[in-house]
């Protein structure tokens, strides 16, 4: 059984302080990564993928791969409000098919 | 404006009923995907399609049907054999069939909250 284990939270940070998103898989031969955001009662919607080891900026997100360690985690800066979601960490292997954690809760306090 | 349209927004099934949920995509996409989400749960793969015509099970796929008649369509019956279907049903698509972005990169519908009488 390939896994992706994350943490459900809540992940409780202060506004405008740095949110730490933590995933970790168990299939080595996992290519490519994926951060979906879901807010309660939507469907995800993609904020960044990542596939070479190392980070990836975007705006105020960091996506992080360290494969030899099979983690990729999401820093979320300047955290805001409206980033209040749950977090799906989703990871493709060498097939066709998403694995998905099931997904880390943030709340952003004002 | 291009995406991924899903109807209804919620659907209603009596016992013995066989229900279908519609997916639409203008987006051009191969590949379309339908996924189950229970509460607290990551999302399950039930069904895949690549082209018009060829479809694959999933993980789950006891108890749902599909089709692909259209390169735009891919819907999913919920047939009576599924006895515990109350689940929200997402559908997604993505450029191609592959693991990795860009191409491979996999976008949502809004979703359909399936829920039994």
């Known amino acids: 059984q390939k896994e992706v284990e994350q943490n459900s939270g809540p992940l409780s940070v202060p506004e405008g302080a740095i949110a730490s998103l933590n995933c970790t898989y168990s299939?080595?031969?996992?290519?490519?990564f994926f951060w979906y955001r879901q807010y309660s009662g939507k469907s995800p919607e993609l904020i960044m993928s990542?596939?070479?080891?190392g980070d990836k900026e975007d705006g105020r997100f960091t996506a992080q791969l360290n494969k030899a360690s099979q983690y990729v985690s999401l820093l979320i800066r300047d955290s805001q409000p409206s980033d209040s979601a749950t977090y799906l960490c989703?990871?493709?292997?060498?097939?066709?098919?998403?694995?998905f954690g099931k997904g880390t809760s943030l709340l952003v306090t004002p | 404006d291009g995406g991924i349209t899903q109807s209804p927004k919620y659907l209603f099934r009596k016992e013995g009923q066989n229900v279908t949920l519609s997916c639409e995509q203008n987006?051009?996409?191969?590949?379309m995907y339908w996924y189950r989400q229970d509460p607290g749960q990551g999302l399950r793969l039930i069904y895949y399609?690549?082209?018009?015509?060829?479809?694959q099970k999933g993980d789950i796929a006891e108890g749902y049907s599909v089709s692909r008649e259209k390169k735009e369509s891919f819907p999913l019956t919920v047939t009576s054999a599924q006895k515990n279907p109350t689940a929200f049903y997402l559908c997604?698509?993505?450029?191609?069939?592959?693991?990795?972005?860009?191409?491979?990169?996999?976008?949502f519908g809004p979703g359909t909250r399936l829920l039994v009488l």
């Open positions: 990542i596939y070479s080891n």
């Open positions: 987006l051009n996409h191969d590949a």
């Open positions: 997604a698509s993505s450029i191609a069939l592959l693991a990795g972005p860009p191409r491979g990169t996999q976008y």
């Open positions: 299939d080595r031969g996992s290519q490519s």
């Open positions: 989703a990871v493709a292997n060498s097939g066709y098919a998403l694995n």
């Open positions: 399609s690549q082209i018009v015509n060829d479809f």
